[in-house]
């Protein structure tokens, strides 16, 4: 679940900052499933973020045979 997998998040990040260590990647992450989860997509897989990008960018994903 997305949830799950941004409570894992809160937790690196707070190691991070403890630690004086940087973490680009795992801030973006962090807020893209932050973004994510306020729209409603806390209790779907973590696949489920392509959502957020398909609203961001105002278009939709699809798959190689079309779906």
Do not use: H, W
């Not at 900052?17 to 997509?41: A, M």
């Amino acid at each position: 679940k997305l949830s799950l997998l941004l409570k894992d998040l809160r937790l690196a990040q707070s190691l991070y900052e403890k630690y004086g260590v940087p973490s680009l990647l795992g801030s973006i992450c962090f807020q893209l499933y932050k973004i994510g989860e306020s729209l409603g997509l806390g209790e779907l897989d973590m696949s489920s973020i392509i959502q957020l990008f398909e609203n961001i960018g105002k278009v939709r994903v699809y798959n190689e045979d079309g779906t």
